[in-house]
């Protein structure tokens, strides 16, 4: 079964950042469960390991806007995934993006103060929307100490699309 995933990120509350307030971002991923493995220990987290999930990799993914300085932000952005799997997981991954003042203030040299910090994940059974129809709810980010994220989701099935 395929269809419409109308994911809207909603807002982030108890969020902590790297180095004080965060810089917010959110990235939505489309990650079709199978055969193989995503391994979110790569990210270089300094928001704790998550292990790896079964999948055959990211099918569709989307960026929000950064709300800068803010360890509650409010999004109220709508993002559409097409032609998407019933059996695929939607991962939500909140970043703290960083700023180049930060990054030279930084008291650490290392290239990995450089990149943007994962804060934390969400990841929702896109099985569980298809079988509500509609799921508003706030989830609690996986990996980090606490923190979460709000979106309303929803679900077309193609063949009500046609």
Do not use: C
């Amino acid at each position: 079964m395929q269809g419409i995933l109308t994911a809207t990120l909603i807002r982030a509350k108890g969020l902590t950042g790297w180095s004080g307030e965060a810089d917010p971002y959110v990235t939505l991923s489309l990650v079709e469960a199978g055969g193989g493995t995503i391994d979110d220990t790569s990210s270089g987290s300094s928001a704790g390991a998550l292990g790896k999930h079964r999948s055959t990799g990211i099918k569709q993914e989307m960026r929000s806007n950064t709300i800068f300085n803010e360890d509650n932000p409010r999004w109220n952005e709508k993002f559409d995934f097409i032609m998407v799997p019933a059996g695929s997981i939607l991962l939500a991954t909140v970043w703290d993006q960083t700023t180049p003042i930060e990054a030279i203030t930084s008291l650490s040299l290392s290239r990995e103060r450089f990149k943007d910090q994962v804060l934390g994940r969400v990841k929702v059974p896109v099985l569980d929307v298809a079988a509500a129809g509609r799921i508003r709810d706030s989830w609690p980010l996986q990996g980090a100490l606490m923190g979460e994220l709000e979106m309303a989701l929803q679900w077309i099935p193609a063949s009500l699309v046609e």
